[in-house]
């Protein structure tokens, strides 16, 4: 298989955080590579869950018949590995994503050991490391080279200057233009959650046609958004109707456009109306879906107490209220107000 590295936006080394005595590379998040065994290390798991799913769709292009299947470490059962990586009939490749190594058992940490002085051919064993010791001759071992893999090191993003670098490159990848400014402005609005600002690159990439300026960040996050938006949505969805309504006003008198409110819900509303009913570990869902495994978890936590006419009918009310917030409607507040009274009620009564 061809090999290369599909990277996002300017390269730059794996965090020093990484182990300097490592005799494999060491590579960041974006430029993940096919590898017998791949270690994704670092504490930020929004980062690691984003080269595991570009490892993955690199590999779904090469062969659209990639085999994928997810083990728990701390729950891992005697002999998965070696069944998951027997060659099958036709011979498809195989990639095992394994996460919780950090929680793993003597079992899977005996038998990883075991793995890694023989590879299967065509498999790829991922293996997701979120921090701490345990596990760590597993570790040890990867990085002296046995297996012949490599690291993808995903340390927390700390410095402005990283998130604003991880923002631009988000721009970039989508052809998408925008200002020094506007990349400033979503930075100090989304500093404390990379998938939320990731998020909000994404919302605008989609919703501008032209280059993204301060202008636009400010009409869609103005008045620290990130601390509002998505607050009142989890405040609503979780059913504390009254905690929703003090963070909706809070967010308009700070200056906050109804039309991203409205956004942020929708963007809840329509994942948990996409998971609703279905069963899977957020590994395999992820993938069948097109969500990143956090976005999966928090669907499946915010659709507790939820029925699937509830969920039809905030559907339809987010259809009138974005209608509303637009210039359908005369007062776009009181629209923003009776959607968040629905959705606290899980679209009952």
């Known amino acids: 298989m061809a090999v290369r590295t599909t990277a996002a936006g300017a390269q730059r080394p794996a965090?020093?955080?990484a182990s300097k005595s490592a005799a494999i590379p060491q590579l960041a998040w974006h430029q993940v590579r096919p590898a017998p065994i791949l270690l994704v290390s670092g504490t930020e798991t929004f980062l690691a869950e984003r080269a595991i799913r570009q490892l993955r769709d690199f590999l779904k292009l090469e062969d659209p018949q990639l085999e994928v299947s997810d083990v728990q470490a701390d729950s891992y059962a005697p002999g998965e590995i070696l069944t998951l990586a027997s060659p099958s009939l036709f011979g498809e490749p195989r990639l095992i994503r394994v996460s919780n190594v950090e929680k793993c058992s003597d079992t899977f940490l005996t038998e990883a050991l075991d793995y890694l002085e023989n590879p299967a051919e065509d498999t790829y064993l991922v293996l997701r490391h979120g921090g701490g010791v345990r596990g760590k001759k597993l570790?040890?071992?990867?990085?002296?080279?046995?297996?012949?893999g490599i690291e993808i090191v995903c340390a927390e993003l700390k410095k402005d200057t990283d998130k604003y670098d991880f923002a631009s490159a988000e721009f970039k990848t989508a052809g998408k233009r925008v200002t020094a400014s506007a990349l400033r402005a979503l930075v100090s609005a989304f500093s404390d959650d990379l998938a939320e600002l990731s998020a909000a690159c994404q919302q605008l990439i989609s919703d501008s046609s032209a280059e993204v300026t301060e202008v636009t960040v400010d009409r869609y996050y103005g008045g620290r958004v990130?601390?509002?938006a998505f607050k009142v949505a989890d405040s609503a969805i979780a059913g504390r109707h009254g905690e929703a309504?003090?963070?909706?006003?809070?967010a308009l008198s700070s200056?906050?456009?109804?039309?991203p409110i409205v956004a942020a819900f929708a963007m809840k509303i329509r994942t948990m109306a996409r998971l609703f009913g279905v069963r899977g570990g957020s590994g395999q869902l992820a993938s069948q879906f097109g969500l990143a495994p956090w976005q999966?978890?928090?669907?499946?936590?915010?659709?507790?107490?939820?029925?699937?006419?509830?969920?039809?009918r905030c559907i339809s009310?987010?259809?009138?209220?974005?209608?509303?917030?637009?210039?359908?409607?005369?007062?776009?507040?009181?629209?923003?107000?009776r959607l968040i009274g629905v959705?606290?009620?899980?679209g009952e009564g």
Do not use: C, Y
């Not at 570790?139 to 012949?148: E, K, M, Q």
């Not at 009310?317 to 107000?337: C, I, Q, S, W, Y």
């Open 296 to 312: 999966v978890e928090r669907a499946q936590r915010d659709l507790r107490g939820w029925s699937d006419e509830g969920l039809a």
């Open 15 to 17: 965090s020093k955080s």
């Open 139 to 148: 570790l040890d071992t990867i990085r002296s080279g046995v297996g012949g």
């Open 245 to 250: 309504l003090v963070t909706l006003r809070h």
């Open 255 to 259: 200056g906050a456009d109804p039309v």
């Open 343 to 346: 959705i606290a009620r899980r």
């Open 226 to 228: 990130e601390a509002n």
């Open 317 to 337: 009310m987010l259809a009138e209220t974005d209608a509303n917030v637009k210039g359908g409607g005369r007062d776009p507040v009181f629209a923003l107000e």
